[in-house]
């Protein structure tokens, strides 16, 4: 007997040839529908009282924070994510980020397209060099660890801290507080959950050193953003941002500050990342069509 085709409802249309291969996809807003059994979203919470025969949702990313598992499991819904594809995109971003902060990328971007560039400016202040630095890595994951490789070519000494603690050889394992202590750099590569939230509060905040560069791909939550703000208007430290509390707010003032490099939560945001993102999306949905597992759950207990 041939499985009956998923019918899906989609919060947006996903970029790539993989969304086509969907048979009945509708794009629309998440409202009330009896017939939908497939939903993809991007980490959008899900009122499951609206979709009745629901049984599989796709998430479009690898964070399902908004997304209740627990919930979904309870009515027997399968909840998926993208894990895997992203690790480059992302881990590229943070070490652009890092660039950018320490050799002032984008200062000297806004100096030259001021017109004031007669021939020199390094004298206003020589940036600092990446080479040579300890990178501490706040969550050795998939994407943690390709930020660790990376850091080699940048000849970093790396510090990292992770959920189950154990030996790598990418870096050397820290409590956070060590690793918040001994590290010029610092990039979050954390999932947020109920532990993660806060993580960074204003105790950890204050054990950066002076002159720290933090980096945040993950999510704004993890950082208590009233006190990162102030350390940043302070010029203690500096940071590069590409995720925030309350997206899309940002703290008004993080706009004006000379040590801040913003980007609008683009850490997957290529067309290989994202078209790979849509694939998985799809092949999750195909699968779960077919009656085969699903190829990327997301488990309750993480
Ligand atoms: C977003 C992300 O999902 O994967 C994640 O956790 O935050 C991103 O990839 C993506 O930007 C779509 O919203």
Same mark, same amino acid.
């Given at each position: 007997?041939?499985?009956?085709?998923?019918?899906?409802?989609? %919060?947006?249309?996903?970029?790539? @040839?993989?969304?086509?291969?969907?048979?009945?996809?509708?794009?629309?807003?998440l409202e009330p529908?009896?017939?939908?059994?497939?939903?993809?979203?991007?980490?959008e919470p899900v009122p499951l009282e609206m979709f009745?025969?629901? =049984?599989?949702?796709?998430?479009?990313?690898?964070?399902?924070?908004?997304?209740d598992?627990?919930a979904?499991?309870?009515? +027997?819904?399968?909840?998926?994510?993208?894990?895997?594809?992203?690790?480059?995109?992302?881990?590229?971003?943070?070490?652009? &980020?890092?660039?950018?902060?320490? =050799?002032?990328?984008?200062? +000297?971007?806004?100096?030259?397209?001021?017109?004031?560039?007669?021939? %020199?400016?390094?004298?206003?202040?020589?940036?600092?060099?990446?080479?040579?630095?300890?990178?501490?890595?706040?969550?050795?994951?998939?994407?943690?660890?390709? !930020?660790?490789?990376?850091?080699?070519?940048?000849?970093?000494?790396? /510090?990292?801290?992770?959920? =189950?603690?154990?030996?790598?050889?990418?870096?050397?394992?820290?409590? #956070?507080?060590? /690793?918040?202590?001994?590290?010029?750099?610092? %990039?979050? $590569?954390?999932? &947020?959950?109920?532990?993660?939230?806060?993580?960074?509060?204003?105790?950890?905040?204050?054990? #950066? =050193?002076? +002159?720290?560069?933090?980096?945040?791909?993950?999510?704004?939550?993890?950082?208590?953003?009233?006190?990162? !703000?102030?350390?940043?208007?302070?010029?203690?430290?500096?940071? +590069? #941002?590409?995720?925030?509390? $309350?997206?899309?707010?940002? @703290?008004?003032?993080?706009?004006?500050?000379?040590?801040?490099? /913003?980007?609008? $939560?683009?850490?997957?945001?290529?067309?290989?990342?994202?078209?790979?993102?849509?694939?998985?999306?799809?092949?999750?949905? /195909?699968?779960?069509?077919?009656?085969?597992?699903?190829?990327?759950?997301?488990?309750?207990?993480?």
């Open positions: 007997m041939l499985a009956a085709v998923v019918k899906v409802l989609a %919060s947006r249309r996903y970029p790539g @040839p993989a969304f086509e291969e969907l048979e009945d996809v509708e794009v629309g807003p529908r009896e017939d939908v059994d497939g939903l993809i979203v991007a980490n009745p025969s629901l =049984r599989i949702v796709a998430n479009y990313g690898v964070g399902y924070d908004r997304i598992v627990a979904c499991a309870a009515q +027997g819904v399968v909840v998926t994510n993208t894990p895997g594809v992203l690790d480059a995109a992302t881990a590229d971003l943070a070490f652009a &980020l890092l660039l950018a902060v320490r =050799r002032q990328i984008v200062a +000297g971007d806004r100096f030259i397209r001021s017109d004031d560039w007669n021939g %020199s400016w390094s004298e206003s202040g020589l940036a600092e060099e990446l080479s040579g630095s300890t990178l501490g890595i706040v969550g050795l994951g998939r994407i943690g660890s390709a !930020v660790a490789r990376r850091a080699r070519g940048f000849d970093l000494r790396v /510090l990292y801290t992770r959920r =189950r603690p154990a030996d790598s050889e990418l870096g050397e394992y820290r409590e #956070l507080d060590a /690793l918040l202590t001994e590290s010029d750099l610092v %990039s979050i $590569h954390a999932p &947020l959950t109920a532990e993660t939230e806060g993580l960074l509060d204003a105790r950890r905040l204050a054990l #950066l =050193r002076d +002159g720290a560069v933090l980096v945040n791909t993950a999510r704004g939550e993890i950082v208590d953003e009233p006190v990162l !703000v102030a350390e940043l208007v302070s010029g203690r430290i500096s940071a +590069g #941002l590409d995720v925030f509390a $309350h997206e899309p707010e940002v @703290p008004s003032e993080l706009l004006e500050l000379p040590n801040v490099v /913003l980007t609008p $939560h683009i850490g997957s945001a290529t067309r290989q990342t994202r078209e790979a993102m849509t694939q998985l999306v799809v092949d999750n949905l /195909l699968a779960v069509e077919r009656g085969d597992p699903p190829l990327t759950p997301v488990t309750l207990a993480g």
